[in-house]
């Protein structure tokens, strides 16, 4: 067994400007259906949030997001207590032997920070 942890930090003004940018083309882009319904285009505290918790768990994987790890292969999903919860696609999953996921997310000051915990089932990753 082995933990990894990733973190990002995003300024919330940087997507902001995505959003006025690309519009809806930019949340497509990072955000599954049902993160795209969890959120209001005018939350861009809480788009923010997301976007820096894909990254930190990219990051925690040791992989960035590209061809091993897309946005699209993780999603965020409200527990009954409203705290965020990452989840992982079953092939990715498989990929890295992901055993449990935890997930802290914060705003403050203009930024949103995320933190993601990674206990793998099997040593290293690859």
């Known amino acids: 067994m082995q933990i990894v942890i990733g973190t990002d930090i ?3 003004k940087r997507i902001e400007a995505s959003l006025e940018k690309f519009g809806e083309s930019f949340l497509q882009r990072f955000l599954s259906e049902e993160e795209y319904r969890q959120l ?3 939350h861009t505290q809480r788009i923010a949030g997301f976007w ?14 590209g061809k ?18 990452l989840m992982f696609s079953d092939t990715i999953i498989r990929r890295f032997g992901i ?8 705003h403050d000051g203009g930024f949103a920070v995320a933190v ?3 206990i793998l089932k099997g040593g290293e990753i690859t």
């Open 99 to 106: 055993s449990q996921v935890s997930l802290s997310v914060s």
């Open 68 to 85: 091993t790890l897309g946005f699209h292969d993780m999603r965020i999903i409200k527990r009954p207590s409203g705290a965020p919860h």
């Open 40 to 42: 209001e285009p005018t």
């Open 52 to 65: 820096a918790a894909k990254e930190a768990a990219a990051k925690a994987l040791g992989c960035g997001i």
């Open 116 to 118: 993601v915990a990674v």
């Open 10 to 12: 995003v300024a919330i």
